[in-house]
């Protein structure tokens, strides 16, 4: 099976900062990958898929980039609603996520 | 629109037998492509993919929890239900279902349900 891991697994930052979140998998997934954003007590809500796409309604200061076995989740100036946790997703076989990233108030 | 929400009990006790149902409105199980899959998520801890079944009664699992799964779809109902044997309280989690769509992607998930197991 598919393995992916994510870093850092918390990342302190302040509003305003450039947020990168890097995502392995464990083999090539070309790019089937897609980024979530969780908020305590609500379910994962997509924010990018195919590593690159990102889905509608999303804010455009989220971009992903990447593929086979590395890539990036990136924000580009970090807004005080985007303080959640934030996982990486392979769709190639079946499905794996990855261990999460806390993105918490510096 | 799709939606999807999970119903079953709040709380089981050890060895028990689980049987989540995930209802769902917006697509059809019988359309080449669709599936629906089942994630948990401990308290404070990542998501962690369980099962998935899919338009032609296909299923894949979890291959470490593969002895304890079982799920099963009535595309009459809109309904897919994942049961899980021998609970134990390092299962207690939220239990969420997603559709998945023809490119094996999950955009729309349920709100999730929490299971507490203990007796």
């Known amino acids: 099976d598919i393995q992916m891991t994510q870093s850092p697994s918390t990342l302190s930052a302040s509003v305003g900062d450039r947020v990168t979140i890097t995502c392995r998998a464990s083999q090539s997934i070309s790019s089937w990958l897609a980024w979530y954003q969780q908020k305590p007590g609500n379910a994962p809500k997509l924010l990018i898929y195919?590593?690159?796409s990102l889905q509608s309604g999303v804010p455009s200061r989220f971009s992903g980039s990447g593929s086979g076995t590395e890539f990036t989740l990136t924000i580009s100036s970090l807004q005080p609603d985007d303080f959640a946790t934030y996982y990486c997703q392979q769709y190639d076989s079946r499905w794996a996520f990855g261990q999460g990233t806390k993105v918490e108030i510096k | 629109q799709i939606t999807l929400k999970e119903s079953g009990p709040t709380l089981v006790k050890p060895t028990q037998t689980l049987t989540l149902t995930c209802t769902f409105s917006?697509?059809?199980?019988?359309?080449?492509?669709?599936?629906v899959g089942w994630i948990r998520q401990p308290p404070g801890k990542a998501l962690e993919w369980l099962a998935l079944?899919?338009?032609?009664?296909?299923?894949r699992y979890r291959p470490s929890l593969k002895s304890r799964l079982t799920i099963t779809k009535d595309t009459s109902k809109n309904q897919v239900v994942l049961t899980m044997t021998n609970m134990d309280p390092v299962d207690t989690a939220t239990y969420y279902c997603?559709?998945?769509?023809?490119?094996?992607?999950?955009?729309?998930w349920g709100q999730g349900t929490l299971v507490t197991v203990s007796s």
């Open positions: 195919k590593a690159s």
């Open positions: 079944i899919y338009w032609d009664d296909d299923k």
């Open positions: 997603a559709h998945r769509d023809a490119l094996n992607l999950c955009a729309h």
């Open positions: 917006g697509f059809s199980l019988s359309t080449n492509g669709m599936g």
